[in-house]
């Protein structure tokens, strides 16, 4: 069971960057990804990371502008976003999946956060 608490979110101009993190609890050690889902929208698949970090993926509209990153001593999984779009606005979720590799459907995660909201303004 793992508890996650996503924070970071806000409103940011187009081209502004901001940072998202997710904070983890009780068992931590997870294949972690990031999702966002926009209004009228299915969740779809932003980044996801290997357990011990060493590998990472991402969709190909985050290619270039996002980096996924955790710090296992922390508990706590990032999503540094840059160049940032006004098609980036969403809700965005951090999930946890129990598996050994990382899968792009969200349905293949297991936990999941309340979500936090970006706002980018043209």
């Known amino acids: 069971q793992v508890q996650l608490v996503e924070s970071g979110g806000g409103l940011v101009q187009a081209g502004g960057s901001l940072r998202l993190s997710c904070a983890a609890s009780g068992r931590t050690l997870y294949v972690m990804g990031w999702f966002r889902q926009a209004p009228g929208k299915e969740r779809m698949f932003v980044a996801g990371?290997?357990?011990?970090?060493?590998?990472?993926y991402y969709a190909d509209s985050a290619k270039g502008r996002f980096t996924i990153s955790r710090d296992n001593a922390k508990n706590t999984v990032y999503l540094q976003m840059s160049s940032l779009k006004p098609e980036d606005t969403a809700v965005y979720y951090c999930?946890?999946?129990?598996?050994?590799?990382?899968?792009?459907?969200?349905?293949?995660?297991?936990?999941w956060g309340q979500g936090t909201q970006v706002t980018v303004s043209s």
């Open positions: 999930a946890a999946d129990g598996s050994l590799s990382v899968a792009s459907k969200f349905y293949e995660y297991d936990y």
């Open positions: 990371i290997s357990r011990l970090g060493t590998n990472t």
